[in-house]
């Protein structure tokens, strides 16, 4: 036998551990491409629906509240008939007093303003009031009127107060419902035709206050069923006796030059039904990738190699070897081939 140290001989690689297959498994590669799919479908679906329930739910469930509803004002006009006594009693008119405050203040003289009744209806002895307000109005500069210091007032105010506000310059803010163009009656003042506005009060209740106007904006829309949040800055005129269809109502009376308009943007709906396109177009967008990137990774190019099934199918083609063997191929790796002499001697 030979003197040198035998130095141990490597272990053979096992079939398994040769082709990949040892018993510690190895770290998961995330930046290889089936990872990054898999964590792609992992996520993204239940990603993607939950933003789409989330949306829906904000806009059905948590849509913003509106101010709560003004309280109603009882407009119908009073009979006075049951108010007046006994059947023969005789009821004397005070004489006219007229609005108190400076006479500058006012949109007509106060001798006329003084002939002015609420809770009526057009009266002949109003008509100098009437188209003295409107000549105020049209020697007046449209501008110094929108920027002039005047209080803003409410349907309230000017329905409880209407003595206090007669004559007087107002400001308010509203939804016009309706527009229509009347003919002036006869006068020595050169007006021809006015436009008559209903006008749905910011802040309630539903009950209009009437405006006339001498003039529109350019553009402006007008007709019998309209929408359009305008500024008023007139002069109050007086409680107007009005037929509703139901009874006589009573509302504000103002006269302004021309409504301050500014064109209404893009309803809440379109807005709504827009963010709905864009919710449900981001989602096909993302299927529509995921889909793409999907059928890439099947290409013929990048289908991994099938594995074995099982140990078996593994081991198919390994040449099964004995104990003795594995022996003889350790000596050989260790001290070279032996002596053939050696070798015939042991048998």
Known sequence: MNAHPQTPAPAPRTPVE??????????????????????????????????????????????????????QVDTRLRDRAADAGPADQVIIELPPEPPPGDPDEYGAPVEALAQVRDDTMFRGAEQEAW?????????????????????????????GQPRSYRGRLVRFRGTLRRLEKMEAPENAYDIRDYWQGWLEPEGGPVSPIVVYFLRLPAGMPHGMKIDEPVDVVGYFFKRWAY?????????PLVLALEPIWKPRPADDGAARAVGTAALVTIGAVVLLTALGIRLAGRGP????????????????????????ESLRHLERAAHGPPDPGQEEARR
Do not use: C, H, K
């Not at 297959?21 to 964590?39: D, I, Q, W």
């Not at 188209?131 to 000017?158: H, K």
């Not at 037929?243 to 509302?251: K, N, P």
């Open 131 to 159: 188209f003295q307000t409107w000549l105020t109005l049209r020697s007046s500069d449209p501008r110094s009127l929108a920027r002039a210091a005047v209080r803003r007032v409410g349907f309230s105010e000017l329905y």
């Open 301 to 324: 190019g990048r289908r991994p190699a099938p594995g074995p099934a099982d140990l078996t199918a593994a081991l198919a083609d390994v040449a099964p070897f004995s104990t003795e």
């Open 243 to 251: 037929a509703a269809t139901d009874t006589v109502r009573i509302a």
């Open 18 to 71: 040769a082709r990949g297959g040892g018993g510690v498994a190895r770290p998961r590669n995330y930046l290889a491409g089936n990872e990054r799919r898999r964590m792609f479908w992992l996520v993204m679906p239940p990603a993607l629906v939950g933003m789409l329930v989330l949306g829906w739910l904000e806009r059905t469930w948590f849509a913003r509240s509106g101010p709560p509803p003004a309280a």
